[in-house]
Structure formats: C-alpha cells, structure tokens
C-alpha cells in the first residue's frame, strides 16, 4: 500500500498540478476543479477544499498588507487618498494571485491525508 506524502500533495497542488500524478493541471479555471485529471484519470473533486483556501488567503494577505500598511503610514503619514490608491488595489491583487495556489495546496493536503467530500452530490 502507498502513502501520499502531506509535502509532495502540498507542493503539487502550490504548483496547480494534479497531486496524484504532478503532470495533469489542476483546475480548468480560476478555481474549477477538474474532473478528471488529463494526465491520470485521478477525479480531485471528492477532496473538499471550498473554506480554507480563502481563510488562508485572508490569512496571508492580511499579515502581509496590514504592517506594511502600518509602517508606512507611521513612517510616512501619505494623504488618505494615496492609502486608498495603493493598499486597495495591492490588496485585491494579493488576493486573487494567491487564492488559486493556496487551494491546490489544500486539495493536495486532503489528497495526502485521504480526506473526501462525505456528501456524493458535492
């Protein structure tokens, strides 16, 4: 019997790769998941990654964006409108960029661990 390593799914899935094979792409959109995989016929939609991923975005951007939007304002004081010009748009873009690869992360980790939708009508 093989075990899936938590690290290999984890980096396949970063990579938008399929985490059974690491050849295959992932989604067939934005965040569509494909079914099934080109490369090996794996199905990754039975692994449920529909909250984290935006947690984890939320996450990461926010320890990001929310010193730095701190420093400089501490250490620079720029017109309100400046700090709307620069941080909303950062922040938008942040998001969006890192959203796709945190949840391939996430179905590469429920692909390791074995965890799958409980619900068949998904």
């Not at 926010?62 to 748009?89: S, T």
């Not at 998001?95 to 996430?106: E, Q, T």
């Amino acid at each position: 019997m093989q075990t899936n390593s938590i690290w290999t799914g984890i980096r396949r899935g970063l990579a938008r790769r399929c985490p059974a094979c690491g050849q295959g792409r992932l989604f067939s959109g934005f965040l569509k998941v494909r079914q099934p995989c080109e490369a090996c016929g794996t199905d990754n939609t039975v692994y449920p990654s529909d909250d984290m991923p935006p947690y984890l975005t939320i996450v990461v951007v926010g320890h990001v964006i929310v010193p730095l939007f701190m420093w400089v304002d501490h250490a620079y004081e720029p017109a309100m409108w400046l700090q709307f010009a620069v941080w909303l748009p950062l922040t938008a873009l942040m998001s969006l960029l890192l959203l796709p690869p945190l949840k391939g992360g996430v179905v590469g980790l429920c692909w390791a661990t074995g965890m799958t939708r409980q619900d068949p009508a998904r």
